[in-house]
């Protein structure tokens, strides 16, 4: 059975009040925005933190009615930063007119970046996705704690879905803002060279390896037991590599014959968006030598080690 898809449970029931600031704890309220699809699920969660002042986690997309809902839900309240997760659209595109609007700094571990220097000739699938344009007033870095709105945060750098992600912990609680490093609804689209699997897998064993239980993503509801979830998506990408060295031993030598095999099911952009992925592991397995993949024009050429 060495083809079964591993038991990665996802949680697809969570019901988003669009719009609507929703409180999930004390001094943390979620808005979601209108920008609902196959990538983004029920759309990207904004998260406003604090009381008296606040801060806003992800104003999502560039979006005049998703802004009045976050200005309706600050209510006047002094804004003090304007925090970001990563530099994909869908997260940082709503974050130049809600600085206009708010007058509050802009927050963020750096300009978005691939993960390693490209190919030659080499595209970035979501290079279109990205804001490449945007600079924070402020660099956040790894382990840095700081208080905003009156919540102690801790930035936590969890490189992999692209190189520039934080997570952001709820200092002294065991709550973890998981942006989209890890999401209760799907596994998260990593593809080279914006992403790195790599840099995932080891972004999935950092997490591991700190005091949180209970994660909140930016996209979909919370996740009640985060490590053991962590650890099912650890090892469901531990079998996709198997499953990826076995096919290529089995005579797999390229991307769509993997697909084919892995994710007979998926079609459209699902497929494409599963194609990313493989890609990713791709590159992770022949970095281990565990397999071989020659870049050709016509693509990648996949060989046993
Ligand atoms: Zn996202």
Same mark, same amino acid.
């Given at each position: 059975m060495a083809?079964? *898809? +591993?038991?990665?449970?996802?949680? %697809?029931?969570?019901?988003?009040? /669009?719009?609507?600031?929703?409180?999930?704890?004390?001094?943390?309220?979620?808005? =979601?925005? $209108?920008?609902?699809?196959?990538? =983004?699920? %029920?759309?990207?969660?904004?998260?406003?933190?604090?009381?008296? @002042?606040?801060?806003?986690?992800? *104003?999502?997309?560039?979006?005049?009615?998703?802004?009045?809902?976050?200005?309706?839900?600050?209510?006047?309240?002094?804004?003090?930063?304007?925090?970001?997760? !990563?530099? !994909?659209?869908? !997260?940082?595109?709503?974050? +130049?007119?809600?600085? @206009?609007?708010?007058?509050?700094?802009?927050?963020?571990?750096? +300009? &978005?970046?691939?993960?390693?220097? $490209?190919?030659?000739?080499?595209? #970035?699938?979501?290079?279109?996705?990205?804001?490449?344009?945007?600079? *924070?007033?402020? %660099?956040?870095?790894?382990?840095?704690?700081? /208080?905003?709105?009156?919540?102690?945060?801790?930035?936590?750098? /969890?490189?992999? &879905?692209?190189? #520039? !992600?934080?997570?952001?912990?709820?200092?002294? /609680?065991?709550?973890?803002? =998981?942006g989209d490093h890890i999401m209760g609804w799907n596994s998260t689209l990593v593809s080279v060279p914006d992403g790195s699997m790599g840099d995932y897998l080891a972004s999935l064993e950092k997490v591991l390896a700190l005091p949180y239980e209970h994660y909140i993503p930016a996209h979909g509801g919370p996740i009640p037991d985060g490590p053991a979830y962590a650890r099912s998506l650890l090892a469901h990408r531990k079998l996709r590599n198997k499953q990826v060295i076995d096919a290529v031993g089995k005579g797999a030598t390229r991307v769509d014959h993997l697909l084919n095999r892995i994710y007979p099911q998926l079609k459209g952009t699902l497929r494409m968006a599963a194609g990313m992925t493989l890609k990713a592991h791709i590159e992770y397995l022949s970095e281990q030598n565990a397999i071989r993949a020659r870049r050709t024009p016509f693509g990648l050429r996949l060989s046993p080690a």
């Open positions: 083809d079964t *898809p +591993p038991p990665l449970v996802v949680d %697809t029931s969570f019901k988003p009040e /669009t719009g609507k600031p929703v409180e999930v704890l004390p001094k943390l309220v979620r808005v =979601t925005a $209108p920008n609902a699809s196959p990538f =983004t699920f %029920t759309g990207t969660n904004s998260f406003i933190l604090g009381g008296d @002042r606040v801060a806003v986690l992800d *104003p999502g997309p560039d979006d005049a009615v998703h802004r009045a809902a976050l200005m309706a839900a600050i209510a006047g309240r002094a804004v003090e930063a304007i925090i970001l997760t !990563h530099t !994909h659209k869908d !997260h940082s595109a709503g974050a +130049p007119a809600l600085v @206009r609007e708010t007058r509050a700094p802009l927050w963020f571990a750096g +300009p &978005h970046r691939l993960s390693r220097p $490209p190919h030659l000739l080499e595209i #970035n699938a979501l290079a279109g996705g990205c804001d490449w344009g945007l600079r *924070p007033d402020r %660099t956040l870095f790894d382990g840095e704690a700081f /208080t905003v709105g009156g919540v102690d945060l801790v930035a936590i750098a /969890t490189p992999g &879905h692209c190189a #520039n !992600h934080m997570a952001y912990g709820l200092a002294g /609680t065991d709550r973890l803002l =998981t």
